[in-house]
């Protein structure tokens, strides 16, 4: 089949040729005698073109045309006028509604034939450009939603645009990591495949936390996992939106079991500071924190007790008291550090 034509002519004679006319060139014709019915069976199926006659009884053609491009299913359906009326504002008339062509009556069948072979083929091809586009379009979104998985937003569209992005100094910024306790004794009793789907799941209930706070997820490693808030934009609650991120995430598995049947548990831990951030790497460009905040943080995470979120003293002084319960652990040694004050947070009651 060539393509779908509806053809409108209340004259019976000049509908019964065209029809057969256009049925012998392999196009599938279906044929009406009033604007109403034009209007009822273009809506419904949309065609590929519409062959309209002018001077018809109760809707004219220049009506039916107008209200076949105002409605979204045919507005971009072809419309091809015929008529005995062979005058310039006839003519004008039909292209100011939306027509495509203009055939005078009594037409040529070759040149009518050809006209309609023009137009089928421009609207098919019109189809492809507009499926193309969509796909475009998709395959973009699709692109954009992986490039924002793996860089800020923001620093996604610079690079994206072209844009050159320098490491900056960030002074205001909450640190997280996090990570299984005892994960490498577990990780020696199982399978790479248990292992493998044990963090996939976790990891994936981690992620769609972030998504609902304004944090920025720094990287994954084994089974560390780092995320960050006030960069690379500044946050005024940087700490109490990390500590909610924090206590989400040891709620996420509560009552998790990890393969052996034992209980799935979390070591976190959260400082506060200035940080140096920027892009590294040109092929798989990540966005990495460097500074003293960040092995804090570390090492905060490392000290921390099972199923407890250690911040340090900075970060409690950034706290809203009203959120939080805060109980204080007192001095803890860090490695390398030397001791340094500690807090255990939990939601207030």
Same mark, same amino acid.
């Given at each position: 089949?060539?393509?779908?034509?509806?053809?409108?002519?209340?004259?019976?004679?000049?509908?019964?040729?065209?029809?057969?006319?256009?049925?012998?060139?392999? +196009?599938?014709?279906?044929?009406?005698?009033?604007?109403?019915?034009?209007?009822?069976?273009?809506?419904?199926?949309?065609?590929?073109?519409?062959? #309209?006659? @002018?001077?018809?009884?109760?809707?004219? %053609? +220049? !009506?039916? /045309?107008?209200?076949?491009?105002?409605?979204?299913?045919?507005?971009?359906?072809?419309?091809?006028?015929?008529?005995?009326?062979?005058?310039?504002?006839?003519?004008i008339r039909a292209? !100011?509604?939306?027509? *495509?062509? +203009?055939?005078?009556?009594?037409?040529?069948?070759?040149?009518? #034939?050809?006209?309609?072979?023009?137009?089928?083929?421009?609207?098919?091809?019109?189809?492809? #450009?507009?499926?193309?586009?969509?796909?475009?379009?998709?395959?973009?979104?699709?692109?954009?939603?992986?490039?924002?998985?793996?860089? $800020?937003?923001?620093?996604?569209?610079?690079?994206? !645009?072209? &844009?050159?992005?320098?490491?900056?100094?960030?002074?205001?910024?909450?640190?997280?990591?996090?990570?299984?306790?005892?994960?490498?004794?577990?990780?020696?009793?199982?399978?790479?495949?248990?292992?493998?789907?044990?963090?996939?799941?976790?990891?994936?209930?981690?992620?769609?936390?972030?998504?609902?706070?304004? *944090?920025?997820?720094?990287?994954?490693?084994?089974? /560390?996992?780092?995320?960050? /808030?006030?960069?690379?934009?500044?946050?005024?609650?940087?700490?109490?939106? *990390?500590?909610?991120v924090a206590l989400?995430?040891?709620?996420?598995?509560?009552?998790?079991?990890?393969? %052996?049947?034992? $209980?799935?548990?979390?070591?976190?831990? *959260?400082?506060?500071?200035?940080?140096?951030?920027?892009?590294? %790497?040109? &092929?798989?460009?990540?966005? /990495?924190?460097?500074?003293?905040?960040?092995? @804090?943080?570390?090492?905060?995470?490392?000290?921390?007790?099972?199923?407890?979120?250690?911040?340090?003293?900075?970060?409690?002084?950034?706290?809203?008291?009203?959120?939080?319960?805060?109980?204080?652990r007192g001095e803890? !040694?860090? &490695?390398?550090?030397?001791?340094?004050?500690?807090?255990?947070?939990?939601?207030?009651?």
């Amino acid at each position: 089949m060539r393509g779908n034509v509806l053809v409108v002519d209340d004259t019976l004679v000049n509908l019964r040729i065209l029809a057969e006319m256009l049925a012998a060139h392999g +196009y599938k014709v279906r044929p009406v005698t009033s604007g109403p019915q034009a209007l009822q069976a273009g809506i419904a199926a949309p065609p590929d073109l519409v062959l #309209l006659d @002018i001077n018809m009884p109760g809707m004219t %053609g +220049y !009506e039916v /045309c107008r209200q076949l491009k105002q409605h979204p299913a045919t507005r971009d359906v072809p419309v091809i006028f015929m008529s005995a009326r062979d005058e310039v504002l006839d003519k004008i008339r039909a292209f !100011e509604v939306g027509g *495509v062509d +203009y055939v005078t009556k009594p037409f040529h069948l070759e040149e009518l #034939l050809a006209r309609v072979a023009t137009h089928v083929s421009l609207r098919a091809l019109q189809r492809q #450009l507009e499926t193309t586009a969509l796909a475009l379009t998709e395959e973009k979104r699709r692109s954009d939603e992986l490039l924002y998985s793996v860089l $800020p937003r923001s620093v996604a569209n610079d690079l994206r !645009e072209g &844009k050159r992005v320098p490491a900056g100094s960030f002074p205001d910024v909450t640190v997280l990591f996090s990570d299984i306790v005892d994960f490498t004794t577990t990780a020696s009793r199982h399978s790479p495949l248990e292992i493998f789907e044990l963090l996939g799941d976790l990891y994936t209930r981690f992620d769609a936390i972030v998504e609902r706070h304004p *944090v920025y997820k720094v990287e994954t490693s084994g089974d /560390c996992y780092m995320l960050a /808030c006030g960069v690379p934009e500044a946050h005024p609650r940087h700490a109490d939106a *990390v500590v909610a991120v924090a206590l989400d995430m040891l709620d996420a598995v509560a009552g998790v079991t990890l393969p %052996g049947g034992a $209980p799935q548990q979390l070591r976190i831990g *959260v400082h506060s500071g200035p940080v140096v951030g920027g892009v590294v %790497g040109t &092929k798989t460009p990540r966005f /990495c924190l460097f500074g003293d905040t960040v092995n @804090i943080a570390s090492r905060m995470e490392t000290t921390s007790r099972p199923m407890h979120v250690q911040v340090s003293e900075s970060t409690r002084q950034l706290l809203d008291p009203s959120r939080w319960q805060i109980d204080e652990r007192g001095e803890v !040694e860090l &490695k390398g550090r030397g001791s340094m004050r500690t807090h255990f947070v939990r939601r207030a009651p």
